[in-house]
């Protein structure tokens, strides 16, 4: 059993439509929990943290955590072909100081 | 400006020849970390380190070996490569205060064939 599972994708979204990614994890003990955003060719990079239920917003971005039902989220509202993607969701491991991985979701902007 | 840097950017080698893969960070970063990345498994950690000469095994480290004789270099090596280990190799780099551990600054990656 994978501990961080997303939907591989690719998810297809017309521009200006809200793209929804969602994540899950087995480990009810993570605390944080984070997405990072990786372009074909290029290296990821941190786009949101989130710690406590609830969401957490930062521009067209919105990440949303439930430890009850172990979920994470992340809505990207007016979504622009530049957000073509690669997201990867990763949360950290209670037994060291490590980053469990998804394989990431591609997401898909469509003009 | 603030940044990992890798070197090689892309390597061809034959099986059993010894290879480094150089990283280098300008940030005062303690934490350091490889990662390898193959399509469907996502990114899988190496080794990482916590501070200079402290090392620990991420959950793929047969076959690699690091050091961490100064915080701004972490290089790779690869004693006797094989096919196997043909991937996407990225460094990272992270302070190691509280959280901050895991929001992580990632090189440009290094694409190595092994044939």
């Known amino acids: 059993q994978k501990e961080v599972e997303q939907n591989s994708g690719p998810l297809s979204v017309p521009e200006g439509a809200i793209a929804s990614l969602n994540c899950t994890y087995s480990?009810?003990?993570?605390?944080?929990f984070f997405w990072y955003r990786q372009y074909s060719g290029k290296s990821p990079e941190l786009i949101m943290s989130i710690y406590s239920n609830g969401d957490k917003e930062d521009g067209r971005f919105t990440a949303q955590l439930n430890k009850a039902s172990q979920y994470v989220s992340l809505l990207i509202r007016d979504s622009q072909p530049s957000d073509s993607a690669t997201y990867l969701c990763?949360?950290?491991?209670?037994?060291?100081?490590?980053?469990?991985w998804g394989a990431g979701t591609k997401l898909i902007i469509k003009p | 400006e603030a940044q990992v840097t890798q070197n090689p950017r892309y390597l061809i080698t034959v099986t059993g020849k010894k290879l480094t893969v150089t990283c280098s960070q300008n940030?005062?970063?303690?934490?350091m970390s490889w990662y390898r990345q193959d399509p469907g498994l996502g990114l899988r950690q190496i080794y990482y380190s916590m501070n200079v000469e402290v090392t620990d095994k991420g959950d793929v480290p047969e076959g690699y070996k690091v050091s961490r004789k100064e915080k701004r270099n972490f290089p790779l090596i690869l004693e006797s490569p094989s096919p196997n280990q043909t991937s996407l190799y990225f460094c990272?780099?992270?302070?190691?205060?509280?959280?901050?551990?895991?929001?992580?600054?990632f090189g440009p990656g290094t694409r190595l064939t092994v044939t």
């Open positions: 480990d009810r003990g993570s605390q944080s």
């Open positions: 940030m005062n970063h303690e934490y």
């Open positions: 990763a949360v950290n491991s209670r037994s060291n100081y490590q980053l469990i």
């Open positions: 990272a780099s992270s302070p190691s205060s509280g959280r901050a551990i895991y929001e992580q600054y």
